[in-house]
């Protein structure tokens, strides 16, 4: 029986913005692995991993990690630029 392919989710660029953010934050703050980043400031690592790679995002696990950074929603949105939202197909 041939494996069934399932088709790869297209991610919405607006979280992909969001995922470079978090990933740009940690190597400037002197972490080149999230694993580390993750167990130093206690945060769930698979639940980072997913954030960093925009596929599972939850606003409070954003919000915890902004605290370990000591930076505001209005600082950490403050140089995004606007994406165009996907369309969607269950309109």
């Known amino acids: 029986m041939a494996k069934k392919e399932t088709p790869k989710k297209v991610l919405d660029p607006r979280m992909i913005q969001i995922a470079k953010k978090l990933k740009e934050m940690r190597i400037n703050a002197g972490y080149t692995s999230y ?4 167990i130093d400031k206690g945060l769930p690592r698979v639940q980072y991993w997913r954030m960093e790679k925009g596929t599972n995002f939850q606003f409070e696990s954003l919000v915890k990690i902004l605290d370990t950074h000591e930076m505001s ?3 950490f949105f403050a140089d995004f630029k606007d994406v165009e939202e ?6």
């Open 35 to 38: 694993e580390n980043f993750t």
């Open 73 to 75: 929603l209005s600082e």
């Open 86 to 91: 996907p369309l969607r197909n269950d309109l």
